[in-house]
């Protein structure tokens, strides 16, 4: 007699075998130097290698193009897949909003790391900006201030500021990074509403950032920073005892 126990462990035994084809095709595409844009062997020639059968192999390319490892190109074949943080933030805004429904542990948790991450770096980033990137980081400040000041949200001015503040640093990666977390936090603000009194109080800290960044006053722009964080977390917690 087959107990109903053994059906969980069947399943979890397949999905290990999954993870670690996924794995052994990742390791293929390290060990054969392929870049992003290089093409993958064909479906019959992985089968071979790693031996297994077709149908097992798609449903781990599948999961591998759904995480941005590969992209597959019907008609043309199967790609190394270029940097895509798509799923990443998708997955991210999923797990954020559902914990707004609970106790936000999730959503408070993104506050956290962006904080960490923001307050952590910008002292390097203040060492490298020139003069000639400050007024870019201020019109940003501008325009934020202007759509305030007309009771209108400001997103997309919010992230270009904040993107424009570690642009000096040249680092890719930390901006894909904040690309994600601004989706994400996008996604949250439209659950959590701000008001107007919001809206002029969030341009205010972003004009005194700014000043402390233009003043070269790494400590106060760092204290600063991580100040708004802990007014986004209040939001988030008052959300989520309100609800």
Not at 9 to 37: C, H, N, V, W, Y
Not at 114 to 119: F, V
């Amino acid at each position: 007699m087959v107990t109903s126990a053994a059906f969980p462990k069947a399943r979890f035994s397949a999905q290990t075998r999954l993870r670690a084809l996924q794995a052994d095709i990742m390791e293929l595409i390290l060990d054969r130097d392929l870049d992003a844009g290089d093409s993958l062997p064909t479906e019959s020639e992985l089968s071979d290698v790693l031996g297994v059968g077709r149908n097992t192999l798609r449903e781990s390319l599948k999961v591998l193009q759904a995480l941005g490892v590969i992209e597959i190109r019907h008609g043309f074949g199967m790609f190394v897949a270029p940097s895509n943080f798509d799923a990443l933030a998708d997955g991210l805004t999923f797990r954020g909003r559902l914990s707004l429904r609970h106790e936000g542990l999730e959503a408070l948790q993104l506050v956290d790391v962006r904080q960490a991450l923001e307050s952590g770096l910008i002292a390097a980033s203040i060492a490298a900006v020139t003069p000639e990137h400050l007024p870019k980081i201020e019109a940003a400040v501008v325009t934020i201030e202007a759509l305030a000041l007309q009771g209108e949200t400001f997103a997309e001015a919010d992230a270009e500021f904040h993107r424009l503040l570690f642009e000096p640093l040249g680092n890719e990666l930390l901006t894909n990074l904040m690309s994600v977390f601004w989706k994400v936090y996008r996604k949250i603000h439209l659950e959590i509403g701000m008001g107007g009194t919001d809206l002029m109080d969030t341009a205010a800290e972003h004009r005194a950032i700014f000043n402390a960044v233009s003043s070269r006053d790494a400590a106060t722009a760092a204290e600063l920073l991580s100040r708004h964080f802990d007014g986004i977390r209040a939001r988030i917690q008052e959300f989520v005892e309100g609800s």
